[in-house]
């Protein structure tokens, strides 16, 4: 299906996603803030979905705004949100903090002055309809699969994660 | 005016298998959502009645008989006591997430319908990611549940809502499980992706919808029973958590009213309570057809094989508007049986109006052209209201689950056998294919 009006999806997605962002930061009460991640994740899926990559859509719906953050509001509700209300909101490492909002910052003005330079030109083609089976294809294809190697080590770092997980949360193994 | 009649035609052809949406034909799918916004509303409203009615039975009760015939008007009665009701926030409550979490749960019920195939060319998009956009979508309605037991401020509803967070993500992994295991039955035997492979083109899978009734249609078989009983077992494991995921009994625990008053909605009241009521019902419809499309063959009419053929087809088209007239014929029955005091009179007649209606549809059912229109969405919403009865009989059957039993029914039973019947489906899909090119070499 041909892409209708897709400057307007973008910047509403793109808005949608920094107001989100800023909301998180910003709120006081964790369970807000986690709403307004959760707006933000799925703004983030809609814009994968305009990036023609639906699969990618579909796993940060499922993965990130079905199951993360049901975890982190699971968390979230056990705490006592009066004394959080109250408590002074610090921030020791707003040095660090400035330096790398500059530096990105500089890293985006620098691609969108200089991008055509950057960048090779050419035009996508689309592989709307076979998403799913061409990151399949990529990641465990027998003769494109380059990236089997970074798959298995990714589910070995999560693997490690959860053993870790285990140790911790059981006193007496 | 001339693009509209020239869409109208252009889904009126006859020749046209794509979907309406699909097609990028925005006239229809604007059709359809309304169509199926409203076809769904009503199935919640006829599972309203039908719940109380087949309960009430089953515990040799009469249910509700007052309004109407046989109380076939008390939904409505219901809906309008619920928009009239006075709606209350409590004093103590997060007002702004206590007001959006029924939404949530609403709007992730029903965006779940924008991809279920009621037929090869009845439905309102096809999306390459179907069902996995369905799981997701409707995997946020827990965020709904959960940030509606917390804006209550109230240790029931908090309650409830931690009990439907945990057993929400736990009974998602057995669910995906099962899930995987019927895709990957989609890859085997060629035709995976229809349209793009074909026969020449085995071990490409689909995750569209439609692409897997197609898939089974290839194959000749429901994913119900292929490779018996691997199929049969991953069915099972679906079955048992759809009903954990969509807060039924016997895993109403985030509702259970002996324990928690009413729950995760223990604070709600009048329109945002029947706003849950509605994506309750909405997703049990939903699940059901996810479990239709996966393993039952979807829009396929039974017995493919054993009794196939035009003949055969000729006759399984005759049924939709010989169901319709069995229904009419009952509701005869039923004017008959009415007590022939004067008080009764209003009533025998809307009843016998009422049957006159179903009578109607069912004649017009055997029109030829609706015939061969409406034959793959009737068998479609019969398999899933075969499954809504399995709702209600699961609720007049099993008493409700300890949690520490459903995390052990989740975690020790699901979980595991899910892992074993998807590396069997794989191995015996391999074996499969090896066997299939050493029939064509």
């Given at each position: 299906m041909a892409p209708v009006a897709t400057p307007f999806f973008f910047y509403l997605l793109a808005a949608t996603m920094i107001i989100g962002g800023i909301l998180v930061i910003t709120r006081k009460n964790a369970v807000h803030s986690a709403m307004a991640l959760i707006t933000a994740l799925l703004a983030q899926s809609g814009i994968y979905l305009m990036l023609y990559a639906p699969f990618v859509a579909g796993v940060q719906i499922i993965l990130y705004a079905g199951g993360i953050m049901v975890l982190f509001l699971f968390v979230i509700m056990l705490i006592s949100i009066e004394r959080t209300?109250?408590?002074?909101?610090?921030?020791?490492?707003?040095?660090?903090?400035?330096?790398?909002?500059?530096?990105?910052?500089?890293?985006?003005?620098?691609?969108?002055?200089?991008?055509?330079?950057?960048?090779?030109?050419?035009?996508?083609?689309?592989?709307?309809?076979?998403?799913?089976?061409?990151?399949?294809?990529?990641?465990?294809?027998?003769?494109?699969?380059?990236?089997?190697?970074?798959?298995?080590i990714a589910s070995l770092l999560l693997l490690v994660a959860i053993i870790g997980a285990v140790v911790m949360a059981k006193k007496r193994i | 005016m001339g693009w509209l009649v020239q869409y109208v035609q252009s889904y009126l052809d006859p020749r046209v298998t794509v979907s309406p949406g699909a097609a990028g034909n925005v006239?229809?799918?604007?059709?359809?959502?309304?169509?199926?916004?409203?076809?769904?509303?009503?199935?919640?409203?006829?599972?309203?009645?039908?719940?109380?009615?087949?309960?009430?039975?089953?515990?040799?009760?009469?249910?509700?008989?007052?309004?109407?015939?046989?109380?076939?008007?008390?939904?409505?009665?219901?809906?309008?006591?619920?928009?009239?009701?006075?709606?209350?926030?409590?004093?103590?409550?997060?007002?702004?997430?206590?007001?959006?979490?029924?939404?949530?749960?609403?709007?992730?019920?029903?965006?779940?319908?924008?991809?279920?195939?009621?037929?090869?060319?009845?439905?309102?998009?096809?999306?390459?990611?179907?069902?996995?956009?369905?799981?997701?979508?409707?995997?946020?309605?827990?965020?709904?549940?959960?940030?509606?037991?917390w804006a209550s401020n109230s240790h029931y509803p908090l309650i409830g809502a931690l009990r439907s967070s945990a057993q929400m993500v736990s009974y998602e992994v057995a669910m995906g499980l099962a899930v995987v295991s019927a895709?990957?039955?989609?890859?085997?035997?060629?035709?995976?992706?229809?349209?793009?492979?074909?026969?020449?083109?085995?071990?490409?899978?689909?995750?569209?919808?439609?692409?897997?009734?197609?898939?089974?249609?290839?194959?000749?078989?429901?994913?119900?029973?292929?490779?018996?009983?691997?199929?049969?077992?991953?069915?099972?494991?679906?079955?048992?958590?759809?009903?954990?995921?969509?807060?039924?009994?016997?895993?109403?625990?985030?509702?259970?009213?002996?324990?928690?008053?009413?729950?995760?909605?223990?604070?709600?009241?009048?329109?945002?309570?029947?706003?849950?009521?509605?994506?309750?019902?909405?997703?049990?419809?939903?699940?059901?057809?996810?479990?239709?499309?996966?393993?039952?063959?979807?829009?396929?009419?039974?017995?493919?094989?054993a009794l196939g053929g035009a003949t055969w087809d000729l006759v399984f088209s005759f049924v939709p508007g010989l169901a319709f007239l069995f229904l009419a014929g009952m509701t005869f029955y039923n004017v008959r049986r009415m007590p022939k005091h004067p008080f009764f009179k209003i009533q025998t007649m809307g009843l016998a109006g009422f049957g006159a209606v179903l009578g109607l549809i069912g004649l017009i059912l055997f029109i030829p052209p609706v015939r061969d229109r409406v034959g793959d969405i009737f068998w479609f919403v019969a398999k899933v209201a075969a499954f809504m009865y399995l709702y209600i009989w699961y609720r007049g059957t099993f008493p409700r689950y300890r949690f520490d039993q459903l995390m052990k029914v989740g975690w020790k039973v699901l979980l595991p056998i899910g892992l074993g019947v998807l590396i069997l489906t794989a191995g015996a899909g391999i074996v499969g294919l090896e066997m299939a090119q050493h029939v064509t070499h």
């Open positions: 209300l109250k408590e002074r909101q610090f921030n020791h490492q707003w040095l660090i903090g400035i330096v790398a909002a500059a530096a990105l910052g500089g890293l985006f003005i620098a691609v969108y002055t200089r991008g055509k330079t950057l960048f090779p030109e050419g035009r996508l083609t689309y592989a709307e309809g076979q998403n799913t089976q061409a990151v399949a294809d990529l990641l465990y294809g027998p003769h494109t699969g380059m990236y089997m190697f970074s798959f298995e | 006239f229809w799918a604007v059709v359809y959502v309304l169509l199926v916004f409203a076809g769904v509303s009503l199935g919640v409203i006829c599972m309203n009645w039908l719940e109380r009615k087949i309960l009430a039975h089953m515990q040799v009760r009469l249910g509700p008989m007052r309004v109407g015939p046989h109380g076939l008007l008390q939904p409505i009665a219901d809906a309008v006591k619920l928009l009239i009701k006075e709606d209350i926030i409590p004093a103590e409550a997060d007002a702004v997430v206590f007001w959006v979490a029924p939404f949530i749960v609403v709007l992730a019920a029903f965006t779940v319908f924008v991809v279920v195939p009621f037929g090869p060319a009845h439905a309102i998009t096809d999306m390459n990611i179907g069902i996995l956009f369905m799981l997701g979508v409707s995997s946020l309605s827990v965020l709904g549940i959960v940030t509606a037991g895709i990957l039955m989609t890859s085997l035997n060629g035709f995976g992706l229809y349209g793009v492979g074909g026969p020449d083109t085995p071990g490409i899978g689909t995750l569209s919808m439609i692409g897997i009734v197609r898939a089974q249609e290839a194959q000749h078989v429901w994913f119900l029973f292929k490779f018996f009983p691997l199929g049969l077992i991953a069915f099972a494991i679906f079955a048992i958590a759809m009903v954990a995921e969509t807060n039924r009994a016997p895993f109403d625990l985030p509702e259970a009213e002996s324990e928690l008053t009413a729950g995760f909605h223990t604070e709600y009241s009048g329109f945002r309570w029947s706003l849950f009521f509605l994506a309750e019902y909405s997703a049990m419809i939903a699940v059901s057809s996810i479990a239709v499309t996966l393993w039952v063959g979807g829009w396929l009419r039974p017995f493919p094989n």
